[in-house]
C-alpha cells in the first residue's frame, strides 16, 4: 500500500496558516507528499521548502480568483492529479492531525484497501475557536469532514474544497475514522482574524458588513464555548506555547476544572451536544 499525501498553500505566513505543523502532522503516513503552492504575496514557497523531506514534490501555480470559492476545488484537484498512492490523504493548511490516531489509520488503509465499498475515510472535526482550549460545536459549523480517498480516478474535490464528489454523481461512500481533524483557523489574534475573513469575502465565502471589515474580529466571551481537555498534536506545541490567549484560558480552566477526570487524564473528546449559539 501506498499512501499520498497532499495540499495547497498560498499567503501561509500573510495569514499565518500552520501549514509546516500540517504536512509534518502526516507525513510518517506518507510514501510522497504533494504540495501545490500558488503564487503569493509573502514567503510561501520557502516555508514548503524548508521542511527538507524528500517525500515533498512541490507545484507551483498561479490561482484565479474569478473561479471564486471554485478556486480551492480547482487547485485541490490539480494536487490531486499528482498523487500516485493507493490513497490519498487531504489536510488544509490549517488542518493537523494527532500523532496518536496515525497508527489507527494506517490500519484503516491497509484493512479497506481492496474493499471497493469504501470511497472516504471521514473524520470528526474540531473547529478551535479563539482559544486552543475552546472550540465550536454550534449550528453553522461543520463537525465532519471526509479527507482520506481512494486514488483510483473515480474521487474529486468539490463545494469549495471542503469536501469531495463521486466523477459519475453517485452517492460518495465513507467509512468513519471516529480520529480527529484538529481545525486551527479561527485561533489567530483579532486583526488577523478579520484580514483572513476579508480575504474570504475577496474569494466569495462570505459576506461582510463594513464594521466586519474595518474593525478587529470579536470572538466575544470564550466561556460559551466547550472546553477542550485533552492534549494537541505534538506539532503544535510551540505555536500554542506564543498565543497569549490561549494561556490565560488555559489557566482559567486549570484554576476552576483540575478536579475534572477528562482533564486529570487529558481525554480526547468532542461534545456530541449541538448548542445554539448567537455570534
Known amino acids: ?101 496515525l497508527p489507527k489509520l494506517k490500519r484503516l488503509m491497509e484493512t479497506n484497501l481492496d474493499n471497493k465499498e469504501v470511497d472516504v475515510f471521514r473524520f470528526k472535526w474540531f473547529h478551535f475557536y479563539g482559544s486552543y482550549w475552546r472550540y465550536r460545536i454550534d449550528g453553522g459549523w461543520f463537525q465532519k469532514q471526509d479527507r482520506i480517498v481512494r486514488n483510483d480516478g473515480s474521487i474529486e474535490s468539490c463545494t469549495d474544497a471542503f469536501t469531495f464528489c463521486r466523477k459519475d454523481g453517485k452517492d460518495i461512500r465513507r467509512k468513519q475514522t471516529n480520529c480527529f481533524i484538529y481545525h486551527y483557523g479561527w485561533v489567530q489574534p483579532p486583526e488577523l482574524m478579520r484580514q483572513r475573513r476579508v480575504n474570504a469575502e475577496d474569494i466569495g465565502f462570505v459576506a461582510l458588513t463594513e464594521k466586519e471589515r474595518t474593525e478587529a474580529y470579536e470572538y466575544g466571551d470564550l466561556s460559551r464555548h466547550p472546553i477542550y481537555f485533552g492534549t494537541h498534536p505534538v506539532v503544535m506545541k510551540e505555536l500554542i506555547g506564543r498565543h497569549e490567549l490561549s494561556e490565560k484560558d488555559i489557566k482559567e480552566i486549570n484554576r476552576h476544572w483540575w478536579w475534572y477526570p477528562p482533564k486529570m487524564f487529558n481525554i480526547r473528546y468532542k461534545s456530541g451536544r449541538r448548542e445554539g449559539i448567537k455570534q
Open 1 to 101: 500500500m501506498k499512501v499520498s499525501g497532499f495540499t495547497i498553500a498560498r499567503n501561509v505566513i500573510k495569514y499565518n496558516y500552520p501549514v509546516v505543523e500540517s504536512i509534518q502532522s502526516i507525513l510518517p503516513l506518507c510514501d510522497e507528499f504533494i504540495v501545490n503552492v500558488g503564487r503569493s504575496e509573502d514567503d510561501t514557497l520557502k516555508v514548503i521548502r524548508s521542511i527538507k523531506d524528500a517525500k515533498i514534490r512541490i507545484i507551483e501555480t498561479q490561482w484565479d480568483k474569478s473561479q471564486k470559492p471554485d478556486m480551492l476545488s480547482y487547485q485541490t484537484n490539480v494536487a490531486l492529479k499528482e498523487c500516485k498512492g493507493d490513497w490519498a490523504f487531504y489536510l488544509q493548511s490549517d488542518e493537523v492531525i494527532h500523532e496518536a490516531d
